[in-house]
């Protein structure tokens, strides 16, 4: 499952980051993870790996929030720019490459504890 490797680098993510502020179990209360349409995630496969990945770790318990940005292509030959839907990447106006120019992020956004 695509959905468990791309959660692993995210809880890592998460974990240093709690380890270096030192923060410790039960305070996370939401994690905010951005992940672009290009990944075709499946939000329960995210969440049911998001809750196997952490489990015995300090973020146990603790939400995966995820927003997803559309994907996004810009022509290399027109200039085109707008919307695509993966698997088909080309210019909707005259047919060419396009470059992908949103919609590919992956990252950890933010961090929610609790006081
Ligand atoms: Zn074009």
């Known amino acids: 499952m695509h959905e468990i490797s791309i959660c692993q680098s995210l809880v890592s ?10 923060i410790g179990p039960g305070r996370l209360q939401r994690v905010r993870v951005v992940a ?16 196997l990945l952490t489990r015995d770790t300090p973020a146990a318990g603790s939400q995966l929030e995820v927003r ?11 200039g085109w720019r707008g919307a695509i ?7 909707e106006a005259c047919g060419a490459g396009v470059d992908i120019k949103g919609g590919d992020e992956l990252f950890v956004e933010e961090l929610e504890l609790a006081d």
Request: glycine share 2%.
């Open 36 to 51: 672009g349409q290009l990944h075709q995630l499946v939000p329960d496969a995210l969440t049911f790996a998001y809750e």
């Open 85 to 91: 839907e993966p698997p088909v990447f080309l210019c």
């Open 13 to 22: 993510v998460v974990l240093d980051e709690l380890t270096q502020r030192a």
């Open 68 to 78: 997803t940005p559309p994907l996004e292509a810009q022509c290399r030959s027109c």
